[in-house]
């Protein structure tokens, strides 16, 4: 069988600029910059303004006016809606060797994840996502833009790997698994927003490809991100299509900042 080909080097795509409407991530989109001049550095000093600029949550105001948000037009906006089926783009990740480890160091590794996932999800709307602490880790579900779950996941990495280097533990104990899918809100037993579906479950196994360290991401992550604009096909590096331990094959790309 012949290995698949990958888009990311084919050519496929055209170089085209897109002007993307978020103000929080266009901040490198000047002169002319490309995806190699990416730095999770400028992105992190940049928090504060796109924070002010973003406006109230929906934790502080029961409901948008009617009118608009951004380009698209409304007329109506609840917290959720239970049963609305959507396609989202999700980040899974979690602590390799978590319950390995002491009391003691599981407390450790999961306060310093937890401090990083909160400064780096103020950059957004709380609108725009939904998390959920998973024990060993997080599941953030975006609903706005994949571009979201890819520089949130490659900023925690940065970031986990300098804390855990400060901290005594292993700068490449987290693994990050990234995918598009459908799935459908619920409400959880604490009437909470949650999401059930298959979204989930393959955003899962993406992950638990990954290595110790190393983002992983779906073909149709890879797909979602490369139509928004072809620069970003350069951050992703196709390493096969394993199959998980129920016999499904997943077309995996390996991410990283640097091409």
């Known amino acids: 069988m012949t ?30 910059a490309t995806v190699g001049t990416f730095s999770v550095a400028a992105w992190k000093r940049s928090v504060p303004a796109r924070t002010a600029a973003s406006g109230p949550s929906h934790r502080q105001h029961s409901a948008y006016p009617a009118g608009s948000i951004g380009d698209f037009p409304v007329t109506e906006i609840e917290p959720h809606l239970p049963s609305r089926a959507l396609v989202a783009s999700f980040l899974f990740t979690d602590l390799v060797g978590y319950s390995k ?30 998390i959920k602490d998973t024990g060993d880790g997080a599941l953030i579900a975006f609903t706005s833009s994949p571009e979201h779950a890819l520089y949130m996941a490659l900023a925690i990495a940065e970031d986990f790997g300098r804390a855990a280097g ?24 604490e009437a909470r ?26 073909r149709a992550f890879f797909d979602a991100v490369a139509s928004l604009d072809s620069a970003y ?11 998980d331990k129920h016999g499904r094959a997943h077309e995996l790309y390996a991410v990283s900042p640097s091409p």
């Open 3 to 32: 290995p698949p080909r990958d888009p990311a080097r084919s050519g496929k795509y055209c170089r085209s600029r897109l002007a993307f409407p978020l103000d929080y991530f266009t901040f490198w989109r000047i002169a002319g």
């Open 101 to 130: 480890g002491t009391a003691a160091e599981q407390y450790a590794a999961k306060a310093t994840l937890s401090a990083i996932l909160r400064s780096n999800l103020a950059a957004l709307r709380d609108l725009d996502y939904r």
């Open 166 to 189: 400060e901290a005594g533990f292993p700068s490449n104990s987290l693994r990050t698994g990234l995918h598009v899918g459908s799935v459908k809100e619920s409400i959880d037993l």
């Open 193 to 218: 927003p949650n999401f059930v579906g298959d979204g989930i479950n393959a955003t899962k196994r993406i992950m638990d490809f990954a290595a110790p360290g190393q983002i992983t991401a779906s």
């Open 233 to 243: 096909a350069d951050l992703f590096r196709h390493v096969g299509a394993p199959d």
